[in-house]
């Protein structure tokens, strides 16, 4: 009788819950901290001095912090906007059609942001946008949301592809044996079966800019500090609880963004 072998479980592996619980803990135990001090009574960071939802007040009554949390806002979703519709056409054209020469190279390139160490990027674009505002003269906070823009497009690239290659094209061949152009069949067909990913992308790009810190402390001009630079500057002034109040409410809205985003993106049998 031939002998009967159990599969292999990476969880039978010796030592390995404690090694998961260590990697939680190294995970989590320092936002657990920061949320937990966020509601501290006390003048300092680290020293408890009872709850209290004082610094949240102070972070809410805070202009500069207002200013700030406006215009990081203003730059996500405008960035997120011009990255979910750059990802969209590229991911139509490296999907829709049959293997072409030059694919593989076309997808490194849109994926390039993801490879590159970000302040490898942050340079670039320093030097390009001092170049277009020594000739041109304009200023603005046009050169963020671009920059953010360049950096969000792999982002929203990736989901929007990978819905894009789970879909059955034969649904579109149909409509065009119907008659239908192709503009009829990207509107009443393709885009609305990809849209779980596209808006999955644009969350994505979304979260991805509001967290920036180092392009964003390179490419902006003076009086243009997004809330991580903000905080990022009064760090290194005097480091208050409001700091860490202004982190969490940051990580709650990324949580729920993140969150929306795994609920919405198909799942792979």
Not at 234 to 254: G, K
């Amino acid at each position: 009788m031939a002998e009967v072998t159990k599969p292999f479980s990476v969880t039978a592996l010796p030592g390995f819950g404690a090694i998961a619980a260590t990697a939680f803990v190294l995970l989590y135990a320092p936002i657990i901290t920061l949320v937990i001090y966020s509601f501290n009574a006390s003048n300092s960071v680290n020293v408890w001095g009872g709850f209290s939802l004082h610094w949240y007040e102070v972070a809410w009554q805070n202009a500069a912090v207002q200013d700030a949390a406006i215009r990081s806002l203003i730059i996500a979703a405008s960035a997120a906007v011009v990255a979910t519709t750059v990802a969209t056409m590229a991911a139509l054209g490296t999907t829709r059609r049959g293997r072409f020469k030059g694919q593989t190279l076309i997808y490194v390139l849109i994926n390039q942001p993801l490879m590159v160490p970000e302040i490898v990027t942050a340079v670039a674009l320093l030097i390009m946008f001092g170049a277009i505002r020594a000739v041109t003269g304009i200023q603005g906070l046009g050169y963020v949301i671009l920059a953010h823009s360049a950096f969000c497009v792999p982002f929203a690239y990736l989901p929007i592809r990978a819905r894009l290659e789970g879909m059955d094209i034969a649904l579109e061949v149909a409509a065009a044996d119907l008659y239908a152009t192709p503009w009829q069949t990207f509107r009443h067909v393709t885009l609305p079966l990809m849209a779980p990913g596209v808006l999955a992308g644009a969350m994505l790009a979304f979260v991805i800019s509001l967290d920036d810190v180092i392009i964003t402390e390179f490419v902006k001009s003076a009086g243009q500090d997004t809330l991580p630079t903000y905080m990022l500057g009064q760090m290194r002034r005097a480091i208050t609880p409001e700091v860490n109040a202004i982190s969490t409410t940051l990580l709650a809205l990324t949580v729920i963004l993140l969150t929306g985003f795994f609920l919405i993106t198909p799942k792979r049998s």
